[in-house]
């Protein structure tokens, strides 16, 4: 890979430019930050780990028939992706009741519903990401209702795949959050990362928190529990 050419960087990552025509190198940081940038450290070996996560997650839901801009793994901290344009909302997840959703609606954490609930939030720092719904979306140009049709579909797709991949790492799927892009023919693609800063997992054995909440809630022992996600994935994937 030759020199990169920064385009963008954020609280976790930098978007690099490349000389692979419609790729580019995304590389992960050890900065941490919560509560909208209220909260700030650096966590030592996040980066690597959350490449190393975010890889096989993202590898794994390609080889599984979901399309996502990861390509390759290129060392440590970097991975090359297809570029697309970003939605400009998220699409969280949930499986069990927990963070935002438990505090709005005054439920205890935990609470594990019947049906799978989708969230849809706006994705705007000054505004604090407000949870938005399909006819927002659609109003605002941000998607039709066909394209928010196949991205739920897609979502409920990666839920069930991910659910038995943690499942089998001993882990349970509490939510996560993931973003969207089209690619330049129009097809959606999964963007972003997949790592224990966009979800929450929890130990199926001790319903320990293995994911951001240790750093949002100052549990402690942030590093080692990347760590160990990192080390059970790659166990069950054989990396
Ligand atoms: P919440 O409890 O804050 O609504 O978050 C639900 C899940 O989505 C949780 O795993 C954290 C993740 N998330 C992000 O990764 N980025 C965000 O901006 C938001 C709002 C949530
Ligand atoms: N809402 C997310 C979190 O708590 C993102 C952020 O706060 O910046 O991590």
Known sequence: MKELKLLYEGNSKIIYGCDVDGHVVIRFKDDATAFYNIKRAIIENKGKMN??????????????GVATHFVEQLNDTDQL?????????????????????????????????????????LKSDELGDPLINDHH????????????????????????????????????????????????????????????????????????????DRFRRDLGHVRETYEEVASRLANILKK
């Not at 969280?92 to 519903?113: C, F, H, W, Y």
């Not at 605002?140 to 795949?161: C, F």
């Open 137 to 212: 979306a659609v109003a605002l140009g941000l998607a039709t209702y066909d394209e928010l049709a196949t991205i739920y579909a897609i979502s409920a797709k990666i839920n069930t795949l991910l659910c038995e991949l943690f499942d089998k790492a001993g882990i349970s799927l509490v939510d996560f959050k993931i973003e969207f892009g089209r690619t330049a023919v129009g097809d959606l693609i999964l963007v972003d990362e997949f790592t224990p800063d966009t979800c929450r997992l929890w130990d199926k054995a001790t319903g320990e928190r293995m994911d951001k």
């Open 81 to 121: 992706c297809r570029c697309a344009k970003h939605m400009a909302f998220e699409v969280i997840v949930r499986n069990v009741i927990a963070g935002s959703m438990a505090k709005r609606l005054g439920l205890d954490e935990g609470l594990t519903p019947e049906n799978v609930i989708f969230d849809l939030c």
């Open 51 to 64: 490449c190393r996560i975010s890889s096989m997650v993202l590898g794994y839901l390609n080889s599984h």
